[in-house]
């Protein structure tokens, strides 16, 4: 059950970062919010899990999660290149999570 709360805050982890992204520095109402929850979320679901899970495993893999997918969601809408070696080096991040999760 760690891990799956686990991942799901990864998700929220890139949640928070693409709507702060958008908030405009805070100043946009919606974006606003939705960043305020997701952070809240994100860190608690971290919190739970790092109660049955290593805190430098939890953390790795919660910072992976998250930073894969917002550069993926940003090479997606455009906000950043796709290119040969940025895919490479996201699908190391993502075998870097999985190898934490098999050696775990």
Avoid: N, Q
Wanted: hydrophobic share 60%.
């Amino acid at each position: 059950m760690s891990w799956l709360i686990l991942v799901i805050s990864g998700v929220l982890e890139s949640v928070w970062a693409v709507a702060l992204g958008r908030s405009d520095g805070l100043t946009k109402l919606g974006p606003s919010v939705v960043f305020a929850i997701a952070a809240v979320l994100s860190m608690g679901g971290l919190a739970w899990a790092m109660r049955d899970l290593p805190t430098g495993t939890a953390y790795a893999v919660w910072v992976g999660i998250g930073a894969a997918l917002t550069v993926g969601y940003s090479m997606a809408t455009g906000g950043d290149p796709v290119t040969p070696l940025r895919v490479l080096f996201l699908a190391m991040i993502v075998g870097g999570v999985i190898g934490l999760k098999l050696v775990h």
